[in-house]
C-alpha cells in the first residue's frame, strides 16, 4: 500500500485561502469515506482536524474544510492565520490486511 | 480529557527486541479501536499496526508485518506493541492513538510519543 501524494509544501499570506491535496486511488480514496486531516506543530503531537471527508472536529475553527472528488480528497483553510503554520497530513483507511495509510505530509507557510 | 501515554521506548541494537506499552484513560477504553503510529526523526507520520476494540482484528504495515504484533488489555486500559528484530529503519517516535470507532479506521486522539532508537 503506497502512501497518498500530497504536495510537499504551500504558502499563502494572511487572510487568504489555501488547499491542500491528497491523491488516493480507487482503493483508498475513492473507494471509502473514510479521509481524515491532521495537524501538526513542530515538536507537538498530531491533532484532528477533520474526518470522514468533511467533518470537523469539536473546537476547530470553521476555517477549515473538507472535500473529495474521485480519488483526491481537499484540506481548504480560509482566512489563514500566522497559527495555521504547520504540517498537514492527510490519511484514509484502505481495508484489507493494512487499514490506514498516511499521506506524506505539505508544510504550510504562512508568508 | 483523553489521555494516552506512553512507554517502554529507547536504545536497541539491531536484531533485539523491544515492547511499547501505552495506558489509557479519561474514556471507555474498550469501545474503541487503537492504533501505533510512527514519525522518523524530520519525516512524516506513518500508521504501523492497529488492533479493533476487541482485539479480534489485527492489521500491519508492510514492513513491520511478522515482526511486531499488537495487543490490548482491556481489564488495564492498556495498548501494547511487541518489536522483534529491529532494524535502523524502525528508528522513530511512536505515537499510541484512538480511533474514532470501534473498527480500525480513524485516528483521533494521540499520546505524546515514546522514542525508539535503533542503532549498533
Known amino acids: 500500500q503506497s502512501a497518498l501524494t500530497q504536495p510537499a509544501s504551500v504558502s499563502g499570506s494572511p487572510g487568504q485561502p489555501i488547499t491542500i491535496s491528497c491523491t488516493g486511488t480507487?482503493?483508498?480514496?475513492?473507494?471509502?469515506?473514510?479521509v481524515s486531516w491532521y495537524q501538526q506543530h513542530p515538536g507537538r503531537a498530531p491533532k484532528l482536524i477533520i474526518s470522514?471527508?468533511?467533518k470537523r472536529s469539536s473546537g476547530v475553527s470553521h476555517r477549515f474544510s473538507g472535500s473529495k472528488s474521485g480519488n483526491t480528497a481537499s484540506l481548504t483553510i480560509s482566512g489563514l492565520q500566522a497559527d495555521d503554520e504547520a504540517d498537514y497530513y492527510c490519511?484514509?483507511?484502505?481495508?484489507?490486511?493494512?487499514?490506514?495509510?498516511f499521506g506524506g505530509g505539505t508544510q504550510l507557510t504562512v508568508i | 480529557e483523553v489521555q494516552l501515554v506512553e512507554s517502554g521506548g529507547g536504545l536497541a541494537q539491531p536484531g533485539r527486541s523491544l515492547r511499547l506499552s501505552c495506558v489509557a484513560s479519561?474514556?471507555?477504553?474498550?469501545?474503541?479501536?487503537m492504533h501505533w503510529v510512527r514519525q522518523a526523526p524530520g519525516k512524516g507520520l506513518e500508521w504501523v499496526s492497529g488492533i479493533s476494540w476487541t482485539g479480534g482484528q489485527t492489521g500491519y504495515v508492510n514492513s513491520v508485518r511478522g515482526r511486531f504484533t499488537i495487543s490490548r488489555d482491556n481489564s488495564k486500559n492498556a495498548l501494547y506493541l511487541q518489536m522483534n528484530s529491529l532494524t535502523t529503519e524502525d528508528t522513530a517516535l511512536y505515537y499510541c492513538?484512538?480511533?474514532?470507532?470501534?473498527?480500525?479506521?480513524?485516528?483521533?486522539?494521540w499520546g505524546q510519543g515514546t522514542l525508539v532508537t535503533v542503532s549498533s
Open positions: 480507487s482503493s483508498d480514496v475513492g473507494n471509502f469515506n473514510l
Open positions: 470522514e471527508v468533511t
Open positions: 479519561g474514556f471507555n477504553f474498550d469501545d474503541h479501536a
Open positions: 490519511c484514509s483507511y484502505v481495508g484489507g490486511r493494512t487499514f490506514v495509510v
Open positions: 492513538a484512538r480511533d474514532i470507532f470501534r473498527s480500525v479506521t480513524t485516528v483521533d486522539y
